[in-house]
């Protein structure tokens, strides 16, 4: 029996902000281990490039399980919220199956984090264009929130998927800010490859309620599906109050 607790991490090819942030968010006692399924260059937020990119979760998991994680995460909103409501737990049926371990998907962790937070009403931030947005908006709706509005930045909502963790964590925290509603009871930061668990923090403080971002969703339902869930500072609400 190993040391340490083992999470596996399936992350698109293009994405430059999962490994670090995961990395840390990881206590002691838990090792984080990933792998790379192929997102073909274009806009971020493409359909078909997402459908395509996510026929590769059954390898990746059987490639992951080789090295015997206690749970598999993939960590990517659209690819996650893709074909709506219900189909976060196709994909998370798929990694179990081919893994032989527990999955969990961005798309999942987010509405568990929202429970745990206690949140009805939501602010939503992205790096998407309408068409992601419009998916993810429908995929909390359908799971019994109140999307109160959702904004993209239109600094990356047109670039390559590849651009989105070119922006830096300032201008991440200043469109976040700018598009949560004073009556939101959270404001989630979309996109595990957005900079946002950077200033995670910061921007909590400055809107006096909670924030909940991708990563921090992700690593957190799987942390706390091996039981390894311990407060630490510095990536938000969510973690501290464990």
Known sequence: MSLYKRIGVILPSTNTTVESDFFKM??????????????????????????????????????????????????????????????????????????????????????????????????IATPYGDDENDRIQRFLSNSGFTVLNIEGDPSTANKEVSETSEESSLSVKNFAKSVCRSEADVLFCACTAWRSLEIVTELEAELAKPVLTANQVTMWSALRTVNMLQSQSGFGTLLTSV
């Open 26 to 123: 990881s206590p002691d006692g838990v090792t984080v281990h990933f792998h790379r399924i192929l997102r073909k260059s274009g806009l971020i937020g493409d359909y078909e490039i997402q459908e395509e990119m996510n026929q590769g979760i059954d390898e990746a998991a059987t490639m992951l399980a080789s090295l015997h994680p206690d749970v598999i995460a993939y960590a990517c909103t659209g690819g996650s919220v893709l074909k709506g409501i219900g189909y976060d737990r196709d994909l998370i049926t798929r990694i179990e199956t081919a893994s032989g371990v527990p999955g969990v998907t961005t798309a999942s962790a987010v509405v568990e984090a929202l429970h745990s937070v206690g949140a009805r009403k939501i602010s």
